[in-house]
């Protein structure tokens, strides 16, 4: 039986902005400042889409005196690496294979 990947992460993970905040959170921990530099995104778009990230439990916050800092959850993103390489494994093993099903 095929299990199907998180749909919440996928679909946080969609957007280009979005997939951009987690491939610089991956490097180091960003407040929205740094964010709204590195991406040239206005900071309450940049918010909005920290808060569907936050919500699919792709990033976590930490406090810092006034700013809150943004932390990429590698657990989060560990499991769909691991089910989308298995489903990647499956998808070469059947094209090598020539497996089809009749009509």
């Known amino acids: 039986m095929v299990t199907s990947v998180d749909s919440d992460t996928l679909r946080a993970l969609a957007d280009p902005l979005r997939r951009r905040i987690v491939t610089l959170l991956a490097r180091e921990s960003l407040c929205t400042t740094h964010l709204v530099e590195e991406t040239g995104a206005r900071q309450t778009n940049l918010s909005n889409h920290l808060k569907v990230l936050r919500e699919a439990g792709v990033v976590e916050t ?6 809150t800092y943004y932390r990429l959850k590698p657990e989060a993103l560990s499991g769909l690496a691991a089910e989308l390489a298995r489903l990647s494994v499956l998808a070469q093993e059947t094209a090598d294979s020539g497996r089809t099903r009749p009509c």
Do not use: I, N, S, V
């Not at 930490?62 to 700013?67: I, L, N, S, T, V």
């Open 62 to 67: 930490e406090p810092c005196g006034r700013w």
